[in-house]
């Protein structure tokens, strides 16, 4: 009995650094150079131009699909074996085609921004630009709100050794950083910081506290380097925005994430509307658990359950197997259909990067998903969720590449909706025990603390930190202030005192990504609408799926709002839709409750 199944990638390239792949790399190399060159020398949209700009802006598009077709091969070398130093060396490769493509759009960007509107309007209604029609509009919006172009290339420019340097600061800063971990038995151990989060998922709580009392020291050791880099990311960010044109500085990630104001209010109205349900659920988390009030390292405890079942991989892809067939038969036949054409790599082995990921060639339909299958549940809710996002390239990849373009607010959608078909099954299955699906309640728990607490406690404190920031640097001192007080505010009752973690702006990572701005609330966002649809499957049955799987064809053509309401007639500007999916989540909190008593006894 296997572990796991290695992925093929000759489809994609026939070797690394075969023929086919050096000629595709000059081949892009020669397209980046020709379109750049004509796009500079060309003058800006208008109406004697229309079939030369047609022109380059296809061959935009050609070179961004070539850019996925090369970063899913270099991506899936590197991944599965994370010491060969070739693979790891073309990582700089793929950095320049990124970079060349985000140039690309520049380009376009200011060719279009100030061009008359019946000269615009006629060049997105020409024949071969109409599949394009909200990407070309969406890139003129975004160009009316950039800089000159010798002011964004100067940004670009700097960007490199100033904004992004700023990441990379944090990167090293927290790679590096190491702490004494001292282990309730009197044991001293040297740790990297890395395990620190993994030492608060233990089952024990007072390893749990250690690891937090001893992981916060160490960040207070470098709690001053950690907020020069927050400072200089906020502090750049709030000055491009403000040059480009934005009135609030949400505005760029609300841009970013295809979403509305309204739609982001009614998130949160929704949110508080049902905090007393929420906290309801993290009380029984903490009932669970043996605790009557929760501190930030009981967030991901572990409950011990009983005889836990362990899968082979085989047994493992049977239980997806058998939960997507009863629900969704097309959905199943695509799972059989990935590992057929042996696009998973799963198997676990040494030298390979951990986490999970799917990624897809624009260029020839393709997606690979990138795991490690050890035996649990988690991982088989993993393969779920990474074929959720193949399934859900699969469903566009007639669409032109731009518009499979989708946000990062979408992208968790077709996933998470996935493990949901998943955990399903598994409650349904008459011959699944007690203990399994008392395994899929406690997720149920944990993601509700996760994406309906912990992830609103950081864009909260983002929203908070940004505000401060307009006014000048913001010190250790507050930086600690605003995010303990966020989670009492957040948590409540449900706090244990003295059980916020002050240091949470300093070792949480999202807190320092440089390629997109208020990274945290998307996936709130793509959570609850996964249990939004989930709920709407339920009510409807077999009937919603052609629904579904419209809205995620379109979900990289159309802002969130627009998408929902074209394809599932439903309204996420208004915060009703919003609270019936949270409040999904009360058949599982009672399951949960009857399980726990059941398995672990009246004790929990």
């Not at 608060?200 to 880099?229: E, H, L, P, T």
């Not at 047994?315 to 997806?320: F, I, M, N, R, S």
């Amino acid at each position: 009995m296997s572990k796991g199944v290695k992925w093929d990638l000759t489809s994609v390239f026939k070797k690394f650094n075969g023929p086919d792949m050096i000629k595709f790399k000059k081949d892009m190399k020669n397209g980046f150079a020709s379109f750049q060159k004509e796009a500079s020398t060309t003058p800006a949209l208008n109406a004697k131009n229309q079939a030369k700009w047609e022109k380059l802006f296809l061959e935009a598009q050609n070179l961004f699909a070539g850019m996925s077709h090369y970063r899913l091969y270099i991506e899936c070398l590197c991944s599965a074996e994370a010491t060969n130093g070739e693979y790891t060396k073309e990582e700089a490769t793929l950095n320049l085609y990124q970079a060349e493509v985000a140039k690309n759009e520049m380009y376009l960007k200011m060719a279009f921004k100030d061009a008359k509107a019946e000269d615009f309007n006629a060049f997105i209604s020409r024949p071969k630009l109409k599949a394009n029609k909200f990407f070309l509009t969406e890139l003129r919006e975004t160009g009316k709100r950039t800089m000159a172009s010798d002011l964004e290339a100067l940004a670009s420019d700097l960007s490199v050794d100033g904004f992004h340097s700023w990441g990379r600061l944090y990167n090293t800063i927290s790679g590096k950083l190491n702490f004494d971990m001292h282990y309730p038995d009197g044991k001293v151990v040297n740790t990297p910081i890395a395990q620190c989060r993994s030492l608060m998922g233990n089952a024990d709580r007072k390893i749990r506290k250690a690891a937090f009392d001893c992981g916060n020291k160490a960040w207070d050791s470098v709690a001053d380097s950690c907020a020069a880099c927050i400072n200089g990311l906020a502090g750049n960010r709030l000055i491009l925005a403000n040059k480009r044109g934005y009135k609030n500085f949400l505005d760029v990630a609300l841009e970013q994430a295809r979403i509305s104001r309204k739609t982001l209010n009614a998130i949160f109205e929704a949110l508080d509307e049902c905090r007393p349900f929420i906290l309801k659920i993290a009380k029984a988390k903490a009932k669970a658990v043996g605790l009557n009030k929760l501190a930030f390292y009981d967030w991901e405890a572990p409950i011990d359950l009983p005889n836990a079942d362990n899968f082979t991989w085989e047994e493992g892809v049977k239980v997806l197997d058998n939960a997507f067939g009863i629900a969704y038969p097309r959905l199943q036949e695509f799972l059989r259909f990935e590992l057929k054409n042996k696009w998973v790599d799963s198997e676990p082995k040494a030298g390979k990067r951990p986490g999970a990921w799917c990624e897809t060639s624009f260029r020839i339909g393709e997606s690979r998903v990138f795991m490690s299958f050890t035996g649990s549940l988690n991982d088989i809710s993993t393969l779920a969720h990474e074929t959720g996002h193949a399934f859900h390239s699969e469903m566009m990849k007639d669409m032109v590449p731009y518009s499979q373009k989708y946000p990062m607010t979408l992208a968790e959608t077709a996933s998470t909706f996935a493990e949901k078909i998943l955990a399903d099954g598994i409650l349904k299955d008459p011959k699944a025990s007690d203990v399994l699906k008392l395994s899929v309640l406690t997720n149920s728990i944990n993601d509700v603390i996760s994406y309906m607490l912990d992830i609103p406690i950081r864009f909260k404190f983002e929203k908070a930190f940004h505000e401060e920031r307009q006014n000048g640097e913001v010190s250790v001192a507050r930086l600690k202030e605003i995010m303990s007080q966020t989670m009492r505010d957040t948590f409540g009752e449900m706090m244990e005192k003295g059980g916020e973690n002050p240091y949470y702006w300093a070792s949480k990572l999202h807190f320092y990504a440089t390629d997109v701005t208020f990274y945290n609330f998307p996936y709130t966002f793509g959570y609850l609408l996964s249990c939004g649809l989930m709920s709407m499957f339920r009510e409807e049955g077999a009937k919603f799926l052609p629904k579904y799987e419209a809205f995620l064809k379109f979900t990289g053509d159309e802002m969130a709002h627009k998408v929902a309401k074209k394809t599932l007639k439903v309204d996420l500007e208004n915060k009703d839709f919003w609270v019936k999916a949270i409040m999904g989540h009360e058949s599982d909190l009672n399951q949960f409750e009857k399980l726990i008593k059941k398995v672990m006894g009246k004790k929990k």
